[in-house]
């Protein structure tokens, strides 16, 4: 991941430029008394002791590039250093580009790393699902190589212009394990999931355009509608039970709200702190930690399920009328894959 200095308050240029006594104080409150403040300033910035020592009394400003290596060495928070907790101003990070499998691999390496932190009973997850969750398209059958496929030929230019069909596309071995994988982990963590009828638009829209384009047979649609299938009916096994069907048998509570327009942003809770992972593209995301901002988020969702039907553990009536449409548009595009293949346009 890589820092950039996006504030939701535009700061004027000079607003980095110098250091205030706040900034000064943060950074002395982390050097053990008996260290030369001046010497880790040093070492932080790798600048010899008159630079550290003009640096530190405002002779010198201090430029953003310098900020972000003293809070690494520090270990401090920018919004911290900067005084930035509050409404206005937060500090950021964003996911690095994907343009290739290797990234994409390395994307879902990282991931299965980042949600492995959260496999004890102090931490669990809030998703706002617009789209179903990519965690459950990652297994290893042929919906999930068509996701990968479909992610690759958007973000990859060299598929696009090959115009490769999806039969004919040969996926590393590596990168559906690493996806696999990431779908596992995700599964051993406490969710909560707020969905509503549009879950499945996407895929449904993408298996459709492929096969119309005739990048994707007929036979592998049908395969690949029938994994989607049974992808529903295991998360709505996993909302009656209220439960996930693994060794830990962790909690998964599943809600249907009718007033959002969902984003799929995810709330991540620890122990003590909270994170926000809000998607500004495909597979790419914000990653927010301050914290007044999560909780403000963390508390919107949470009020929105007072608005929402549960569908976990109980509702039989509410759970059947919810995943019926979803399972009928599956049917709908069964219906006109036939179709088409029997009349092609």
């Given at each position: 991941m890589q820092i950039i200095n996006i504030f939701f308050v535009v700061l004027a240029k000079n607003t980095m430029s110098s250091i205030d006594n706040h900034f000064i104080k943060n950074l002395k409150s982390k050097c053990p008394k008996n260290v030369s403040f001046i010497d880790e300033i040093s070492m932080a910035l790798d600048i010899n002791y008159d630079a550290a020592y003009r640096r530190v009394n405002?002779?010198?400003?201090?430029?953003?590039?310098?900020?972000?290596?003293?809070?690494?060495?520090?270990?401090?928070?920018l919004n911290n250093l900067f005084n930035l907790g509050n409404k206005n101003r937060i500090t950021i990070t964003k996911t690095k580009e994907i343009k290739n499998a290797i990234d994409l691999e390395n994307y879902f390496n990282n991931l299965t790393k980042d949600l492995s932190v959260l496999n004890n009973d102090a931490s669990s997850v809030f998703y706002s699902a617009k789209d179903l969750p990519i965690f459950y398209v990652l297994q290893n059958n042929l919906l999930s190589k068509f996701k990968i496929y479909v992610w690759l030929y958007i973000l990859d230019k060299d598929v696009a212009k090959k115009n490769i069909p999806f039969e004919k596309f040969n996926l590393p071995i590596s990168l559906i394990q690493a996806a696999k994988n990431s779908g596992t982990a995700y599964g051993n963590v406490r969710i909560t999931e707020l969905w509503n009828y549009g879950v499945i638009d996407s895929i449904i829209n993408q298996i459709s355009y492929f096969f119309e384009t005739k990048l994707l047979s007929y036979k592998s649609a049908l395969i690949i509608c029938e994994d989607l299938r049974d992808t529903i009916l295991k998360i709505e096994e996993s909302a009656y039970l209220g439960k996930r069907k693994n060794k830990k048998q962790t909690e998964f509570r599943l809600f249907h709200n009718e007033l959002l327009i969902l984003n799929n942003n995810i709330i991540i809770k620890n122990k003590n702190t909270k994170t926000l992972i809000s998607p500004y593209s495909l597979l790419r995301y914000y990653k927010i930690e301050d914290q007044f901002t999560c909780n403000t988020i963390s508390d919107f969702l949470h009020e929105q399920l007072s608005n929402s039907k549960l569908l976990s553990n109980t509702g039989i009536k509410e759970r059947i009328l919810f995943f019926k449409p979803i399972y009928n548009q599956i049917d709908h595009l069964l219906k006109r894959l036939k179709l088409l293949n029997e009349f092609p346009l």
């Open positions: 405002g002779k010198t400003s201090i430029s953003l590039e310098d900020a972000i290596k003293l809070s690494k060495y520090f270990k401090i928070s």
